[in-house]
């Protein structure tokens, strides 16, 4: 290997460390266009930070095997980042900071490593690369991952959860299935709260989620409203759902205290590529997202819609966006 070929293969490297400790000077020509006195590079510092409570909550309950399992992902990640980066003669982009935390928290604490690592390969192949890369892609590229290996590995994706409470303790039902098999929840309020029941390893310390969200909002990292419109929605279809068909629809405590929502609506609805950057167009997302949610919570197969809902709206955005933009310019067009 000649000296040329080994430059262009850790050009990469060296353009991202001096794209992160000295800023870059090209032009912001493609999504995320984040208008603020933050650029991108702390946009995302900030995102993993808000991150930290959830994982430190999977660190705890579950133990080091977490550790190892976000720096496994981490390393996918950047394998399949670099190879695109040197294939484009271009540096790896910061939002593999995000993605290559957020895909392992939304995983059950069992699941094997090498299973992560497909989930983590897929989704930055098909969730972001093939699209064009950063800024050009149409769905959140962890989720893009985890649906792929829901689908292709049902069994290691819904069973073998463990109880957070007595980590030798193997059990089948998280409080999601609980509710929808209308059996009595083994959990108070307060487990649900701070972590202590069974769920993916990122989404049960609910307490922490809340307060990051917040965290978000007010450094305006993320726009307020597609979490508010996102859970206020949910919160009103669950209700009226519930009088009508309450061995279906489950009350709205528990739809916002169970599975992956409030992970879901801080972390991954207010992706800002995969989410519409218009104001109605971000009330309209949110709407969408809470009526998917509880329709596939109540009347699918599927335990939790949350990652659903947010695949299917994220395919959505593009039309959303385009729409509210011609209804409000085309008049001055006419």
């Known amino acids: 290997m000649g000296k040329n070929d080994k430059g262009l293969i850790f050009r990469p490297i060296k353009l991202t460390f001096e794209s992160l400790f000295k800023g870059s000077n090209k032009l ?83 699941i094997p490593f090498w299973i992560a690592g497909v989930g983590m390969a897929f989704g930055i192949f098909f969730g972001k690369e093939v699209f064009g890369g950063t800024g050009r892609n149409i769905f959140n590229p962890a989720l893009v991952g985890r649906l792929f290996i829901t689908i292709a590995f049902p069994t290691y994706m819904s069973s073998m ?6 980590p030798d303790a193997v059990t089948s039902a998280t409080p999601l299935i609980f509710l929808r098999a209308n059996e009595a929840l083994p959990f108070s309020l307060w487990d649900l709260m701070i972590g202590t029941a069974p769920g993916s390893v ?32 949910v919160v009103v279809a669950s209700y009226i759902g519930h009088l009508f068909i309450p061995s279906e629809v489950v009350q709205p405590m528990y739809q916002l205290l169970t599975g992956g929502l409030l992970f879901g609506a801080f972390f991954m609805a207010t992706d800002p590529v995969s989410s519409p950057y218009t104001k109605a167009g971000q009330v309209i997302y949110g709407i969408g997202l809470g009526i998917l949610t509880i329709v596939i919570r109540s009347f699918s197969g599927f ?27 085309k008049p001055l067009s006419e």
């Open 303 to 329: 335990a939790e819609g949350v990652m659903f809902a947010i695949i299917l709206m994220n395919a959505f955005r593009p039309m959303i966006d385009t729409y509210i933009i011609d209804k409000k310019y």
């Open 161 to 166: 959860w463990i109880n957070p409470s007595s």
């Open 28 to 110: 912001t020509t493609e999504s995320p266009h984040i208008r603020s006195n933050i650029n991108l590079k702390y946009f995302m510092l900030i995102a993993v930070v808000a991150l930290l409570p959830s994982t430190f909550a999977a660190i705890y309950y579950y133990g080091i095997r977490m550790l190892y399992l976000i720096g496994f992902t981490y390393l996918i990640a950047f394998l399949v980042e670099w190879a695109f980066a040197i294939f484009r003669k271009e540096d790896i982009n910061e939002g593999i900071l995000v993605t290559g935390l957020i895909f392992p928290l939304t995983l059950p604490p069992t």
């Open 202 to 233: 990122g989404e049960t310390f609910r307490l922490g989620i809340i307060i990051a969200g917040l965290f978000l909002i007010v450094t305006r990292v993320i726009h307020w409203r597609v979490p508010v419109v996102y859970l206020g929605t």
